[in-house]
């Protein structure tokens, strides 16, 4: 039953989200205003009954009823991808704080993911928003377990995120002579600190992002998607590593251990 809750619960999670990666970039537009959600073609306002998340854009076979848009598949991918992130944060976590902690992680990480593919920013009101709402959840959890080193390793964390991501991007830029990662990058890699703490979680944030953004990048340029000049935002990387790092990072770490023979 509780299964079946966090799924729906996620899914509803996914819809308000979308909202957030349509809204936040555009000017004209806010979270709060216009109050109900509207065709970004047609500029219709869309009636409850076909605003259901995943359901609705099947029985529309993905097109706005009035003017017969296309509506894009992201909008279900990323109430899907919320559902299961969310049952598989339950799965990990079970009913803690440290799972209410892991959804709003969750919550930031796929916006972010998806406004810096489509728009190359990492908006500012996410990350403050995160901040915001990790510190009120991470001293929740040093309150429980009567631990004021685990706030404190999570400011640490947020500090080593932030210094170690501008360091890489100073010497990428000496190294490129090209602006090597922005300013966005640095602040999510101190958001990831904080939710993660910083060793070892941050250094494999670091080589999983670099690793897959490598072969993406390479990818997308050997097949021409991409030319070498286009930027490739990193925060999707970033944010993938996150959720690798927050699922499985500890059994990674200590294969990672016995690999080098350390353990
Ligand atoms: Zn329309």
Request: positive net charge.
């Amino acid at each position: 039953m509780m299964w079946v809750f966090i799924f729906f619960f996620g899914l509803a999670v996914g819809s308000f989200l979308n909202v957030c990666i349509y809204r936040i970039p555009r000017a004209d537009v806010s979270i709060h205003s216009p109050r109900r959600s509207f065709c970004p073609e047609c500029s219709n306002p869309i009636n409850v009954y076909d605003n259901i998340p995943v359901l609705s854009y099947l029985l529309l076979r993905g097109k706005c009823r009035q003017c017969r848009a296309r509506i894009s598949v992201l909008y279900p991918l990323v109430e899907l991808a919320t559902a299961g992130l969310f049952l598989g944060m339950y799965y990990h976590f079970g009913l803690t704080l440290e799972f209410l902690l892991a959804l709003a992680f969750i919550s930031l990480l796929l916006p972010i993911a998806v406004i810096d593919a489509q728009h190359y920013i990492i908006p500012n009101v996410i990350i403050v928003t995160g901040l915001v709402l990790g510190l009120v959840i991470v001293c929740g959890i040093a309150y429980q377990r009567s631990e004021v080193w685990y706030l404190l390793t999570r400011i640490i964390g947020a500090v080593a995120g932030g210094a170690t991501l501008w360091l890489v991007a100073v010497i990428g830029s000496a190294i490129l002579r090209k602006k090597a990662m922005g300013g966005g990058d640095i602040k999510l890699m101190a958001l990831i600190g904080f939710f993660l703490g910083a060793w070892p979680e941050l250094a494999m944030v670091i080589g999983f992002s670099a690793l897959s953004g490598a072969v993406v990048g390479t990818v997308l340029i050997v097949s021409g998607v991409k030319s070498r000049q286009s930027p490739i935002p990193y925060g999707p990387f970033l944010a993938g590593a996150a959720v690798l790092v927050l699922l499985w990072g500890d059994r990674l770490w200590r294969a990672y251990l016995q690999f080098v023979g350390w353990n």
